[in-house]
């Protein structure tokens, strides 16, 4: 069935935007020609390589084929599986075991181990292919899911007046019933993050993505293997720029509990991850998630470095329109800096392995709110650090707020109820190994 058919929360959801865009029409978005644009964060707030091939050694997916900033891709492996009797395909980004995530070559990931306390939903378990030795002499067995997403849905993403709160959205592709990308093989208990990008024999639309998610730029089904080798298939996806620890990142978006969360991040509605464990866990016990910072009404302007945020991504990240490798305009607005720019917590790479190992790849989004006196003196600057974000709301709520988003009024700060599957690919600069501040007294860091 079509989400357009599914009127149930665009109903709650208009008297949300309405709400939130009373608020930004009295608080501004900062643009640049608005106010003066401040260089205090764009300094060391900047996106590292822009181009070519990233560098192996920077990788954190270390299974990924490639990644072209050229093209603001990430060539991934593509598996195959079945769901419901049809075939799909699907990438494999993170393991909650060590020793089976370093074999796998992806993102050592702990705390999914938690992803199913008090939301069994959020994990689904398959079942593993057993082929002859005739029918595999070497290759993935193929993995038969519970459920898959329905890609066919438009996505429609129609700014307002202001860009963002949009006018009008609709998740693109959404989970049919027993869908989630965290999967759990019958008779083991490792939890991996395994999100179905594509679905069918193909020809794989990687334009419109009627059959694929919206943010595959490319599909490569390989032929049978000749005799003694090993032809691999793969995915080109539009990767998400970020900072973490004062440093540029790369990421995946493919999965959000929310359906607005999903049609801003070009990927897949799973309701079933609305309540996975837990709003405001971070680190804390049972936590399957990692906390994110994102900025409702930071700068704006294409060539402005301190630009960030959600008004920035509707009107300088083309997000109405469909992503594809043919709309140049599009990558290269987001190859200079048109994404969300969210800063994230923990990271793999950190040195302490205390935050190392509480990388998750789904993230609890904390919301900040610039107030009208921040954005009236053109504070609200690109923020690159974690533990800057939560100190600056822990001692100047008179510059940055949380936001209801029920009210879209200012809220104290913490956790909206939005969570989003991001795994990490790598960096492009320096490796995030150590935050750039301490927390201050008081704020939101576990006192541990």
Known sequence: MKISNRRWWLAAAAAVLVAVSAVLTTMGSGGANAVPVRATAAKAGGLGQLT????????????ALQVDLSKETVRLPLYPGTANGKKVWYTLLDASDAGLAHDLGVNYAPKLANIAISDP?????????????QQNPFGPAAVHFAGAPDFSPTRIATPGPDGFPLAKFQPGSV????????????????????PIVATGDGPFDVVHHTNTEDRVLGIHIARPSKPGQ?????????????????????????????????????????PALNNASFNGGDDFLGSARERLFGFINGQTGAANPNAQGFVH????????????????????????GGDLLNVFGDFPTLADPRHADAYSPLW?????????????????????DENQVFNLAATRPDLLTG???????????????????????????TAPTANLAPPAPNSQFPPR
């Open 364 to 384: 609890d989004a904390q919301l900040g709110l610039w107030t009208p006196k921040a954005v009236k003196a053109g504070l609200n600057t690109r923020q690159i």
């Open 313 to 336: 991504l509707v009107k300088d990240g083309f997000a109405s329109s469909d992503a594809s490798a043919g709309n140049t305009a599009m990558i290269n607005a987001l190859r200079n």
């Open 403 to 429: 936001v209801n988003p029920a009210t879209g009024q200012p809220a104290p700060y913490g956790s909206v109820g939005v969570d989003i599957n991001c795994a990490v690919i790598g960096y492009t600069a």
């Open 230 to 270: 090993f032809a691999e298939s793969w995915v080109d996806l539009l990767f998400v720029k970020g900072f973490d620890a004062g440093q540029p990142i790369v990421y995946l978006s493919t999965d959000a509990g929310q359906p607005l969360t999903a049609v801003l991040e070009r990927s897949t509605y799973v």
């Open 121 to 133: 939903a959020a994990v689904q378990t398959v079942t593993l292919g057993s082929p002859t030795p």
């Open 175 to 194: 989970a049919g019933p027993g869908y989630s990308p965290f999967i759990k093989i019958a008779g083991s208990d490792v939890v991996y993050n395994a």
């Open 52 to 63: 070519g091939l990233l560098p192996r050694n920077k990788l954190t997916e270390e299974s």
